[in-house]
């Protein structure tokens, strides 16, 4: 597994409006550091926001209708988790975030 992928989904919190907060559940000197990178990479800038909370509209809807419709969750993880042509879809930490424990399930072929 790739550990930098597990510690970025425990760093950061992807609200469903696009915005990228520290996750509540660290430390405070965590929570600090989080907003730090946040800042500095300008992970909450207009245009980021927006995409993203669209992308995480987008995926929500997905699997909203899949569990609806009683059609298969690991199937649709795969299709935003799993890299094609060896590059991952945009966001892919906030999908990432949306498929939960699913996301484990799945292979990682980036070992």
């Known amino acids: 597994m790739n550990s930098s992928v597990c510690v970025h989904a425990e760093y950061f919190t992807y609200v469903s409006d696009g915005r990228v907060v520290p996750n509540n559940k660290l430390p405070d000197i965590e929570q600090a550091n989080a907003q730090y990178t946040i800042d500095a990479l300008n992970l909450n800038a207009d245009y980021l926001v927006t995409e993203?909370?669209?992308?995480?509209?987008?995926?929500?809807?997905?699997?909203?209708?899949?569990?609806?419709?009683?059609?298969?969750?690991?199937?649709?993880?795969?299709?935003y988790l799993l890299p094609r042509d060896g590059r991952f879809d945009p966001f892919f930490s906030a999908a990432r975030q949306r498929f939960g424990p699913l996301a484990e399930q799945l292979p990682n072929d980036a070992d």
């Open 52 to 79: 993203r909370a669209k992308w995480i509209d987008e995926i929500d809807e997905w699997i909203d209708e899949h569990i609806q419709k009683d059609m298969s969750l690991p199937h649709l993880a795969a299709v």
